[in-house]
């Protein structure tokens, strides 16, 4: 098993800026990637960055050029540096990591870190 703690969570104007955290604990031998989604209300929950342990990063087109993932190997960290924030950003974020074990595939999720934008 893989244990999950955000936060860095909060309100914040748009225009504004919020860091995430993510650590992860537990089994965290051969976890492959890192990331967010988040889930607006009355939405599907959607990808917003990832990253490898080869530090290769995907990103929403939403927001490319505004959030910065990264991690922090040695303290199973990962981060997301959301700058420029929209109203549209507002959403519970949702850290998740990926891990293989003998060929088969482990998705974890954390709880939750609330990001609310006013306008």
């Known amino acids: 098993q893989v244990h999950l703690v955000e936060s860095g969570g909060g309100v914040v104007q748009a225009g504004g800026s919020l860091r995430l955290s993510c650590a992860a604990s537990g089994s965290i031998f051969s976890i492959s990637a890192m990331g967010w989604h988040r889930q607006a209300p009355g939405k599907q929950r959607e990808l917003v960055a990832s990253?490898?342990?080869?530090?290769?990063?995907i990103y929403a087109d939403s927001v490319k050029g505004r959030f910065t993932i990264s991690r922090e190997i040695a303290k199973n960290t990962v981060y997301l540096q959301m700058n420029s924030l929209k109203p549209e950003d507002t959403a519970v974020y949702y850290c998740?990591?990926?891990?293989?074990?003998?060929?088969?595939?482990?998705?974890?999720w954390g709880q939750g870190t609330q990001v609310t934008v006013s306008s």
């Open positions: 990253i490898t342990t080869g530090e290769s990063a």
């Open positions: 998740k990591v990926h891990k293989y074990n003998n060929g088969i595939r482990y998705d974890y």
